[in-house]
């Protein structure tokens, strides 16, 4: 699963915003044992039928089904919020009633005798699933979890197809298929479909058969041999082009919407090049006979790794002009791939160990962009993965495996995808990659195609290095935190040592971990492997003579939080330029621009804004102080050749923003002519960097090119010179746009544009449409945000704006009109 981009408050602005259970609470003192198995799936066979003027489906469904150890004479199934017609037990060709309660959550059934372990039973169930009368519930993760998704189903909005699909995890199959919904469970399955004609379908396994029928419908037999979990059933169904791949003679599909088939390619075209890079990472081939990836309107997360049935919400779907500031969805892509090794090939024991799942999914984005695109980005999809974590506070009272939590969907969070993912990283680096891979690989190879935990993890990693690696879970899987650090450097030049004091300052005892210091004289490096093990700690080593670097860390691969005291801006400059990897630079950038006085300080800042990786080149842009004038002088010339030509169009878009800082007609000139480039953040930032410098000028360009197609930073620029301008005629594209953005960080941070303009507007109807596009974004916000959310539109958006309409009352003419806005403002607070 990947998350959906996070919902947060634009206060603070990190990437992912997750809503925090204290502790202390007492449901959270509930222990959560893995699932008990008194019965084992062994095969789900389903026909299922669908009602799209009700949102129904209609199955039937046999399950066959075995009991794990000791004997037994009933059986409980999930099912939830279905209407139970029949149930029954199917031997051959004849099925007899058997005696059941249901309670709208569970079927409890009386077997016809007591099975014995070994000996298999069918039972067979007729039933309608209501998914639509489900009470909601959800998580940061997975913002609903009625399972069942009916997307415009009789077609009435504009511009939406219609669409069915389904959504497993965590315990939501059992709302459209009754099972066993655990994910220790596996089962082989048969799926047949009955959907009308014009639809193509999608299912786990592969395709057998199509039948036509004569009510205009047709029957879609999908049928997957290998066992997995429930959780990771799915079924899809709409109106797709199927754009065709391979990879080692197995299908490779991509279902796009029609308008998307040109580019398909080149948004998934990436997928069988992983493939061949994750199997040469596990050593085992890639284990399914297909593998599909669709993409869905309105989908409750990120992305799904459906059992070679991935689902992707419609953030995938990007056009060329999108893809040519690069494709956002490619780490997406990585991470459910290389779930169909790490969660559906073997799966997660109970949600306590969620994190075996999710920081393999997590750390493979890492290990694409290393194998990819290069160490540097690697180290960069580390690094925002480590940043996502440390800067949510909450989440270090965590533990990785959680035996105690409020509900399940807790676990989807910072803790058990990014801080898992860094503790991988952290694995790779103590055992050596060797040593790791083989790892992984026993871990699989040994519990293919069923549960495991943590623990088993351990012992792989143990069996192939031969370490004992107890230390290392205990703290980092069954323990909370990480390490905060201050390290203050000196240079004793009497006795010739360096020696570095490091303090361990959280709250919790010491941790325990290996650490590479490395010296610097000029090119040469010396390496010190320590251990740190104690709260505070000296490091002494003995040089020739005052080191131009001493570089703690020196892999960047630790997980904590971290303040030097006592290097120098020499000392920066040099790791910038010698130490070399993607954090070192970065660090040292980082350094320098707290030292802006100085002309050394701003040099490098200047020789950064041509480094080898894009996102330092566009960091070393954000860190230059453009308001002091020896900064914005000394690096002119460079930002106007970054802007004019630097390779990559998200650099060039961010050197065109600073660009409107200067205001010289060459620069006004060269953004002019951006408005009009290829790739939508350089038209963006020209839009905005041409609305400092010439405001009317901007607003002609904003208004011909929103009559072209504009999606991206593009209409996200549009929509604010519109806001700014005020007029009502334009209030509809904003609208469109905004409504239009999936739910997540975009929508979020955009909200303060719709209250922008609606404090600007004048006419009474016009607010009103503004303000519902707020009230929608707020009624669509999933259970687990809207402690954080509801306030942020309530009290921070909506009473702003009624606030700012009160103040211009009082100035107005028409002042009942705008006194009907503010009652109708008010009237949505809730």
Not at 704 to 709: A, C
């Amino acid at each position: 699963m990947k998350r959906i981009t996070g919902l947060l408050l634009i206060a603070t602005f990190p990437v992912f915003l997750y809503a925090q259970v204290s502790g202390n609470t007492a449901s959270t003192r509930t222990y959560r044992a893995v699932p008990e198995k008194m019965n084992n799936l062994v095969h789900t066979k389903l026909e299922a039928r669908f009602d799209y003027q009700k949102s129904y489906l209609y199955g039937k469904v046999w399950i066959t089904l075995e009991p794990h150890f000791y004997s037994t004479d009933s059986v409980v199934l999930d099912a939830k919020g279905m209407e139970i017609k029949a149930v029954g037990l199917t031997t051959k060709t004849v099925t007899r009633p058997l005696h059941y309660t249901y309670n709208g959550r569970q079927i409890n059934i009386r077997l016809d005798k007591t099975y014995r372990k070994g000996e298999q039973y069918k039972i067979y169930i007729d039933y309608t699933s209501k998914p639509n009368e489900l009470d909601k519930g959800g998580s940061q993760a997975i913002k609903e979890d009625k399972g069942l998704y009916f997307i415009n189903p009789l077609g009435k909005e504009k511009n939406k197809p219609t669409q069915i699909w389904t959504q497993g995890e965590t315990e939501s199959t059992s709302v459209w298929c009754p099972t066993i919904d655990k994910p220790n469970q596996k089962s082989t399955q048969e799926f047949f479909l009955i959907v009308p004609s014009q639809y193509v379908t999608l299912s786990n396994g592969k395709l057998l058969q199509q039948q036509k029928n004569a009510d205009g419908t047709r029957t879609d037999y999908w049928k997957m041999d290998l066992p997995h979990a429930p959780y990771l059933f799915f079924i899809g169904i709409g109106d797709y082009a199927i754009i065709k791949d391979s990879y080692k003679g197995k299908e490779v599909s991509y279902y796009v919407e029609k308008e998307y088939a040109d580019v398909a390619k080149k948004i998934f075209g990436n997928t069988p090049e992983m493939m061949d890079f994750f199997e040469k990472l596990t050593g085992i081939s890639y284990p399914w006979p297909k593998y599909a990836q669709m993409t869905a309107r309105d989908y409750v997360s990120g992305a799904m790794e459906n059992t070679t049935a991935t689902l992707h919400q419609e953030s995938a779907q990007q056009d060329s002009r999108q893809l040519l500031d690069g494709n956002a969805w490619e780490n997406t892509i990585a991470h459910e791939l290389f779930h169909h090794w790490f969660g559906d090939y073997v799966t997660a024991k109970s949600w306590s160990n969620l994190t075996v799942n999710e920081s393999f999914a997590n750390f493979s984005q890492q290990l694409w962009n290393e194998y990819k695109y290069g160490k540097d980005a690697g180290d960069a999809e580390n690094y925002k993965n480590m940043q996502q974590y440390l800067n949510s506070p909450e989440d270090a009272r965590k533990p990785l495996v959680r035996f105690y939590y409020n509900d399940k969907e807790d676990m989807f969070d910072l803790v058990s995808y990014q801080k898992g993912g860094r503790i991988l990283n952290m694995l790779r680096n103590y055992l050596g990659n060797d040593a790791f891979y083989k790892g992984m690989n026993l871990y699989l190879t040994t519990h293919k195609f069923n549960s495991a935990e943590a623990h088993q993890l351990r012992l792989a990693m143990e069996e192939i290095s031969g370490r004992d690696l107890n230390w290392f879970f205990n703290q980092w899987y069954f323990g909370s935190g990480h390490p905060k650090l201050t390290i203050d450097h000196s240079y004793n030049e009497n006795n010739q040592t360096v020696t570095l004091h490091v303090k361990q300052t959280q709250s919790e005892s010491a941790f325990i971990f290996p650490v590479a210091i490395d010296i610097y004289h000029g090119k040469e490096k010396k390496r010190h492997n320590v251990w740190v093990d104690q709260k505070d700690q000296l490091f002494s080593f003995a040089v020739a003579a005052q080191p131009d670097l001493v570089n703690f860390d020196g892999d960047k691969v630790l997980l904590c939080e971290k303040k030097e005291t006592g290097k120098t801006l020499a000392n920066y400059i040099h790791q910038y330029t010698t130490a070399g990897s993607y954090l070192d630079r970065r660090e040292a950038i980082s350094g320098c621009s707290a030292l802006q006085d100085s002309t050394s300080a701003i040099d490098l800042l200047k020789t950064a804004l041509r480094d080898k990786y894009s996102e330092l080149r566009i960091f070393a842009l954000h860190s230059a102080d453009l308001t002091k004038e020896n900064v914005k002088q000394v690096l002119e010339s460079t930002i106007f050749n970054v802007a004019k030509g630097d390779p990559e169009p998200t650099v060039r878009a961010e050197a065109l923003m600073a660009l409107s800082l200067y205001d010289k007609p060459i620069y006004k000139e060269l953004i002019q002519r951006s408005v009009n480039d290829s790739s939508y953040s350089v038209a963006g930032a020209a839009i905005l960097s041409l609305n400092q410098l010439d405001k009317p000028n901007a607003y002609t360009e904003a208004k011909r090119l929103s009559l072209t197609k504009t999606k991206g930073k593009m209409a996200e620029a549009i929509s604010n010179v519109f806001a700014e301008n005020r007029k009502v005629e334009d209030l509809d594209y904003v609208l469109d746009w905004y409504n239009a953005l999936p739910l997540g960080q975009a929508k979020v941070e955009n909200a303060n544009i719709i209250a922008y303009y609606s404090i600007q507007l004048q006419q009474t109807e016009a607010v009103k449409k503004a303000i519902d596009a707020l009230v929608l974004f707020r009624d669509q916000i999933p259970p687990a945000y809207q402690d954080d959310l509801f306030p942020f539109v309530n009290n921070v958006l909506l009473k702003t704006i009624s606030t700012q309409k009160a103040a211009a009352k009082n100035m107005a003419a028409d002042a009942a009109a705008i006194q009907e806005q503010i009652d109708y403002i008010n009237s949505k607070i809730k």
